[in-house]
């Protein structure tokens, strides 16, 4: 069948805007290292994807837990241990993959994290 390959675009497949949120490490008065988030005006349009088992499997041997992929046209605009925010879910990112080095396309492996918004 010719059209057994063809690609259906979903309605969750589009792409999404991202806000990008920086770490900002602090001491606090007591000497301890505090870690915050500062959302910036910074945003990438990507692919929200559930990571598939194979790749969740890779990272848990790892030791890095990856619940998704996001995957955005052109050179990372994101670091790991930074955070992107959609709407009110949170995603951690765990590792970004240049895909090549060339710019034409970054994927980020990352965890959603729903103790943050409090779920």
């Given at each position: 069948?010719?059209?057994?390959r063809?690609?259906?675009l ?30 910036t ?16 499997m ?5 030791q890095?837990?990856v ?34 080095g ?18």
């Amino acid at each position: 069948m010719k059209n057994a390959r063809m690609m259906y675009l979903r309605q969750g497949n589009l792409f999404k805007e991202f806000f990008v949120e920086r770490r900002n490490q602090t001491v606090s008065a007591s000497g301890r290292p505090t870690n915050e988030f500062i959302t910036t005006m910074e945003s990438l349009k990507g692919c929200l994807a559930e990571a598939d088992p194979k790749e969740v499997m890779n990272w848990q041997q790892l030791q890095t837990p990856v619940t998704h992929t996001i995957v955005q046209a052109g050179n990372p605009k994101a670091k790991k241990n930074e955070r992107l925010r959609l709407d009110n879910r949170t995603f951690d990112i765990k590792a970004v993959d240049d895909c090549g080095g060339l710019g034409i396309s970054t994927i980020y492996y990352v965890e959603e994290r729903r103790d943050i918004n409090g779920y």
